[in-house]
């Protein structure tokens, strides 16, 4: 019955301040109309069947249902009038006194508890509302809001975890402003949960430490392994399993050669003039956390990326999405009708599209880049 005021929902305080976490409440005025909307149609019932005061006692339950959506106050609005409506009637009628007076009890004990469940219901609420605002600000701490704009690129994005109430996965990215040019990272912890949480904010460190103190992007990727490496050391002391990070760095600047380093991770595309190409394809190297495994050291590949260009980064949320019948999403192919349009367009335009394609069954957390050369600098 009071569905219909969820389309009009505003925050408790009742000014509709448009904050997405603000505990929401109908309006009065939506309350008011549906109350007396019930009020007639039970009215008009009872009229009808002749049984008006069996079908008042049905009121008796509004409450209920106001102290699921309303404000400790709009509930005693609508308890007050269902205990007028109901008693007012019954003490008129000619039934024994004892069923009147137990009516009547039961119209005012039961909105007295609907006020009390109401009041109890907001509490909780604003509690999670607190908490959700933390995790908010946290997130925006872990991973920067996107676009980030430097003097040497523009990036773009989206980000989702499959896990929407944590706000944070084990997908992770970020991007660093040096005196060496823009550093742009793009990760993906193994496995999830908050374990991988806590891998995925120690990698971003690392990064954000070491990309304005290392002068190469492999002294950069070096950092970033000894950060995973401890981070297993303590894990293995808690008795946690070890985890490994696959990333790409990218090392952008006023140059029209790129660097690119990838741990195990899923190469770039680059956009250009209606083409899409693979770039890094056949350098990948050990995820990090893995390098004792091998015994070459990580290098750095290069490749031209041209003013009016954009290069695409992802994570496998992206090329390991599944449709319903079990074929996975062509990354390349679809890219080929997104090769002209902005970074912000063309990563949405393809997070929509996987979304379809999979019929909305996320089974990874995801993220997807944009990076465009920035509009304010000209490469050489």
């Known amino acids: 019955m009071f569905d219909s005021m969820r389309a009009a929902a505003a925050p408790a305080d009742g000014h509709g301040d448009g904050d997405d976490l603000a505990v929401r409440t109908p309006p009065t005025r939506a309350v008011v109309l549906v109350t007396v909307a019930a009020t007639v ?123 929407q109430d944590k706000l944070v996965g084990g997908d992770i990215y970020d991007v660093a402003a040096t005196p060496w040019g823009t550093r742009v990272l793009i990760g993906d912890v193994q496995g999830k949960g908050l374990a991988a ?17 290392e002068p190469t992007v492999t002294a950069l990727i070096d950092s970033l392994e000894a950060a995973v490496v401890r981070h297993n050391d303590y894990a293995e002391q808690r008795g946690e399993p070890q985890r490994f990070v696959t990333a790409a760095v990218l090392g952008v600047d006023t140059g029209s050669d790129v660097q690119l380093v990838i ?18 394809g056949g350098t990948e190297q050990a995820p990090l956390g893995l390098a004792d495994l091998v015994d070459e050291a990580r290098t750095v590949s290069w490749f031209t990326f041209p003013a009016g260009a954009t290069l695409l980064l992802c994570t496998d949320g992206l090329t390991e999405a599944r449709a319903p019948d079990g074929a996975f999403y062509p990354l390349e192919a679809r890219l080929g009708g997104h090769v002209d349009i902005t970074a912000g367009r063309l990563t949405r335009s393809l997070v929509d599209d996987v979304h379809g394609f999979t019929a909305g069954a996320q089974q990874d957390d995801l993220a997807v880049l944009a990076v465009r050369r920035a509009p304010v600098r000209v490469p050489e």
């Open 197 to 213: 949480v806590g891998m995925a904010i120690d990698v971003v460190g690392a990064f954000r430490e070491a990309a304005h103190r």
């Open 263 to 280: 741990c195990g991770h899923v190469p770039p595309y680059l956009l250009h003039e209606g083409r899409v190409t693979a770039v890094g």
């Open 41 to 163: 149609v039970t009215v008009a019932l009872g009229v009808l069947t002749g049984t008006a005061v069996l079908l008042l006692g049905l009121l008796v339950f509004l409450p209920a249902f106001a102290s699921a959506l309303c404000t400790p106050r709009q509930t005693a609005l609508v308890s007050t009038w269902v205990s007028a409506l109901v008693v007012v009637p019954v003490a008129l009628s000619g039934e024994r006194v004892a069923d009147r007076v137990v009516l009547a009890l039961f119209a005012v004990g039961f909105g007295v508890l609907a006020v009390y469940a109401s009041r109890l219901r907001i509490a909780r609420e604003a509690a999670l509302v607190r908490l959700w605002s933390t995790a908010a600000a946290m997130q925006r701490q872990i991973l920067r809001p996107l676009p980030l704009l430097t003097d040497d690129v523009l990036v773009d994005g989206v980000y989702e975890p499959v896990q």
